[in-house]
């Protein structure tokens, strides 16, 4: 069964320090897709990156890079700088190829307060 | 603004009563998707639509619940004999037919009390 496993309720950091969330996932599928969305105090959750299951390599964009172990089942997200406007709850998701890709299995999220 | 649009943004109602939300996804979005969310809890699954077609109904959809999307344009949720336990975020979010797995956009969501 899919399940995405996301250890850390709540992350507290200073402004400008470097936090790592972590994503663990499960699934049969040999093909499937995760995703990280970000859920600011607004409720709208807003898309930052997609990968899929052949596809290991890093990927930075900006502050933010994301290292996929398929090893490890892993998916973790690091945010390098962090800033105030960080602050939100960060979901890890799941799609797979059973579903069609058309389901996201999301984990219960990690808060991250960012302070000034 | 081009974004997912939901309304209303908050509902109140009694338990026992009827409510239903509407979903505007992005215009040329094929497929539009519903989602639960608790709080505390990440999104759940609840339905998804691919033009007017509903492909996918979770078993969280119970026979309460009832979603469409006539002419494949906006969606509605309704929710009959609501209970305390419908308290929720409701999401919408929608993605094109590009390819299998695009990122869904999602809207700001209605959040149901029920009392």
């Known amino acids: 069964a899919q399940k995405v496993t996301q250890a850390q309720t709540e992350i507290s950091v200073v402004e400008k320090e470097d936090v790592t969330l972590d994503c663990v996932y499960e699934?049969?599928?040999?093909?499937?897709?995760l995703f990280w969305y970000k859920q600011p105090p607004s409720g709208e959750l807003v898309f930052l990156i997609r990968r899929n299951s052949f596809d290991e390599q890093n990927e930075i964009s900006g502050r933010y890079s994301w290292n996929f172990q398929k090893s490890t089942s892993s998916f973790n997200f690091t945010i390098t700088a962090s800033q105030v406007v960080d602050s939100a709850v960060y979901f890890c998701?799941?799609?797979?190829?059973?579903?069609?890709?058309?389901?996201?299995?999301f984990g219960t999220g990690t808060r991250l307060l960012v302070s000034p | 603004d081009t974004g997912v649009s939901q309304d209303p943004r908050h509902k109140i109602t009694k338990r026992g009563q009827n409510v239903t939300f509407r979903c505007d996804p992005i215009?040329?979005?094929?497929?539009l998707y519903w989602y639960r969310q608790t709080l505390g809890q990440g999104p759940e699954f609840l339905t998804y639509?691919?033009?007017?077609?509903?492909?996918?109904k979770s078993r969280l959809l119970s026979d309460r619940f009832s979603a469409e999307r006539p002419k494949g344009s906006f969606s509605t949720l309704e929710i009959q004999r609501t209970e305390q336990g419908d308290s929720a975020m409701y999401l919408c979010?929608?993605?094109?037919?590009?390819?299998?797995?695009?990122?869904?956009?999602f809207g700001q969501g209605t959040r149901l009390t029920v009392v």
């Open positions: 998701a799941l799609s797979e190829a059973t579903t069609g890709f058309q389901k996201l299995v």
């Open positions: 215009s040329e979005h094929n497929r």
């Open positions: 979010a929608s993605s094109p037919l590009r390819d299998l797995a695009t990122e869904a956009f």
């Open positions: 699934t049969r599928d040999t093909t499937y897709y």
């Open positions: 639509f691919q033009n007017e077609a509903q492909l996918e």
